[in-house]
């Protein structure tokens, strides 16, 4: 089934990307292998009757179900084939009819529906259920009609002169490059006006901005608003780019040099506490960052195979352990914005992503390089 969506713009895998991921052994251990069944485990425990673990945010409860599919799960298939459909069904059933995948606070908006939005697409590009696929076509026009006039989206799902942040426009992009992944067409002017919002975010050591020729000098990074600079946000503005097919932006290595330092400096967990390297949120886009980027060869850039490890051997050592008690076994929790049972589902899920990545199972994962996209943002 193909949406009906923008006729113009049909965006297709062409050649494999510019970095160089060197697949082998190493990416996943035996040990990783371990702590990514008792994740799962853990989450297909305390899912709950309703399939939300115990939480109304359709992007938590989506990030529950990526978990399963990263890992090569699929709804109704198989040893979690109920837990997958289970919280696939709660996203469904819950969408409203304008599209919106939000039933929670309206400042949440447009980030329960990006992150919602992502994971139907990546659902629908592994199984093709018409089901998802009608709730995935509306979702994505919400989007495409939300879009700000300069290129960003704001919390509420409106459409107004400016976007808010990038943490909303990471989110979007997401979900626009998992309707590329699943074969759907996408608005070439929405693309186009999406990019060049992203780059405005970027903001050089010097104070320079956006398309400043001056912000190429020295080191820089993306940042909340165009001036607010975090590990997240840096990861996120390349999560953004690489999305949509920039894979050569000289903002990319530059913003590497600012996330590859914060994970070489991590220290291993000697305790089983749970807790992530980073929090939830940042881990995520840390985490596909990395992979995304891969590694540069002709750069001289090795940050996938440097950096990688250090993450997962991190999650490994620091998975919660309760043997005694089952429900209480192989979770990780996420203590910075959400707490409780959903706070523990969103780190376990988390957790279980970045460590399953390797495995290559979702769309979103199997990359290769789109030509289409790529001319869209030239600068």
Sequence with gaps: ??????????????????????????????????????????????????????????GLVSMGTLAFLAAGHMPGRGRYGDVVEKSLDYVVRNSKPSGLLNISNGQRDMYNHGLATFVLGQAYGMTADPRVGKTLDRALKLIYNTQCEDGGWDYHARRQQRGHDLSLAVMQAKAIRSAVDSGLEVPPEVVQLAVRSVREHYKASNGARGFDPRAQEGPGQFTYDGNRGTTAMAAAGVVCLQEYGQYD??????????ITPEIKRLKMPNNRDGRLPFDAYTLYYVGQALYQVGDQQSLGRRDWSECYPILRD???????????????????TETRHVGGKPGQMWGTATACFILAMPNRYLPILQEGKIESLKQLGSE
């Excluded at 932006?249 to 600012?258: A, F, L, N, Y």
């Excluded at 991190?314 to 990780?332: A, F």
């Design 1 to 58: 089934m193909r949406m009906l969506l923008a006729p113009t713009l049909i965006l297709a895998f062409l050649l494999p990307p510019p970095s160089v991921r060197a697949e082998g052994q190493w990416e996943i251990t035996p040990e990783s292998e371990v702590a990514i069944e008792r994740g799962l485990e853990w989450l297909a425990r305390n899912q709950g009757p309703d399939g939300n673990w115990e939480s109304n945010d359709l």
């Design 314 to 332: 991190h999650l490994v050592k620091s998975q919660g352990r309760k043997p005694g008690d089952p429900r209480e076994d192989g979770w990780w």
């Design 249 to 258: 932006d000289w903002r990319i290595p530059k913003t590497m040099d600012v």
